[in-house]
């Protein structure tokens, strides 16, 4: 968890740029990734310096040659603020452009790839200056502190009211996470990926639950930073700020890439990504419409709609393979919709794949930038059926305050329940429909036109409440009358 220096000292870092002249929340965190990028490069080769001075051998693959020594963030961040600003904007920016194409591949890695387009946009000397000391007094060599300094800087972006809409929340991200329980077998996507946050939390919870068996050997380490994480955006800035967030949580070249994850393309490559991942985390964009001919056929054929939620969920369906899971996030329009792409995709969850769970949330999860209600749906991928019944739990709080405020409360939290309940759901069956989560049959759900909206299912238990006679109210009423004319009465012989 960040703490309270190190949040000041961001704050400082981000009031620094933004009085230097640059006033877009997302171009701070674009220089500030920049910078933490090169600072990084740094860390990397140091270590294998000292490595190479352990073993007596010379290092392998060296991230600076002995001419680019300049180039490194140790060495340009002892010069004068013009001479810094003049080696950092003429030769560090081209250098860490040029490096895509190192190497044996064209592409190289893809945070090298999505820098390509940078931008230096550092106005003054000054500035850059002040922004390097402030960045090199934060200790960043542990990678937890790392990754909140970087979550911290993104929430920045919400609280800014600007592209919110790409953050969804950590501690939801997190539940999804533990309640799908990625392994090292899986291959995880997300296909709307914004800032990667789906990603990071899946990679934090392989290193702590499976660090042993991703870090075993050279294979299994290749695998985790490069076969394990895909991710699809559409926005180059939000490419180079996921790249740069996994990186930053320890994942050295992940497969995010540009891509609209809905939209019809010709190229014969594009229907590579059909069912070949395990996993799908994502939080998809609501309430969008497309046009018929701009989305993608084979997504219509599943359900023929204009809407992106409904087509994000085919999109679903088509990325898994056989046996794949995924844990999404649906606004409740989704559930009980009666339109009849609503109900086929609905039908399609329930009798052909195998729909495992609805968490019903508030509406204030996403506040202060969204207030619609949402949903996390968790299902299976079988092409077969396979629902039996489905567990349908009715979050009440999520440890934070409903309103735009969204203050922590952490006595105030289902999450943990939640969890329990999840991993040890044969329990559930003696729960009633009046308590928080319950199990629904599959044969109820069809006979409701596949209706998965926790409240057509859940049964609210009324307190009967016992009223006076109104006899006895009218008589009190009376009773008050006689005392307001009482003291109306002493008021205007005072007055009088």
Known sequence: MITGVLKSKVDQIWNTMWSGGISNPLSVIEQLTYLLFIKRLDELHTREEHKAARTG???????????????????????????????????????????????????GSTYTHHMKDALFM????????????????????????????????????????????????????????????????????????????????ASEHLVTHHGDRIYKDAQARRRFNEGTFHGYDFDTTMLRIGSMNMLLHGVENPDIRYRDSLAQTDLPAAGDDAE?????????????????ESTAKDLQQVVKTKKTELLFL???L???????????????GVLFGSSKAH??????????????AIVSMPSGVFRPYAGVSTAILLFTKTNSGGTDDVWFYDMQADGYSLDDKRTPQPEKSDLADILARWRNREAERKRMRTDQSFLVPKAEIASNDYDLSINRYKEVEYEAVEYDPPMVIMQRLAVLEMEIAKGRAVLERLLG
């Not at 088509?318 to 409740?332: H, K, S």
């Open 343 to 356: 109900r086929t995709l609905r039908r399609i969850l329930v009798e052909e794949q195998k729909l495992d």
């Open 57 to 107: 051998h010379p290092i392998e693959k060296p991230l600076f040659t002995a001419r680019q020594g300049a180039l490194r963030w140790s060495r340009f961040k002892e010069l004068a603020p013009e001479q810094m600003f003049e080696t950092v904007r003429d030769r560090v920016f081209p250098f860490i452009k040029s490096m895509g194409q190192a190497g044996d591949s064209d592409e």
């Open 318 to 332: 088509r990325l898994l393979q056989t046996g794949g899971r995924a844990a999404v996030i649906v606004p409740d």
């Open 276 to 292: 070949r991942y395990s996993l799908v985390l994502a939080n998809p964009p609501f309430a969008g419409s497309l046009d018929y």
């Open 122 to 201: 550092m106005p003054t000397a000054r500035v850059l200056a002040n922004v390097v000391d402030q960045l090199d007094d934060i200790d960043m060599v542990d990678r937890d502190t790392k990754g909140d300094l970087y979550e911290y800087m993104l929430g920045k972006i919400a609280t800014a009211g600007q592209n919110g809409q790409f953050r969804t929340p950590r501690h939801i991200i997190k539940l999804m996470v533990d309640m799908t329980a990625p392994t090292p077998k899986d291959v995880i996507c997300d296909p709307a990926c914004g800032t990667a946050g789906f990603l990071v939390a």
């Open 314 to 316: 085919a999109l679903f």
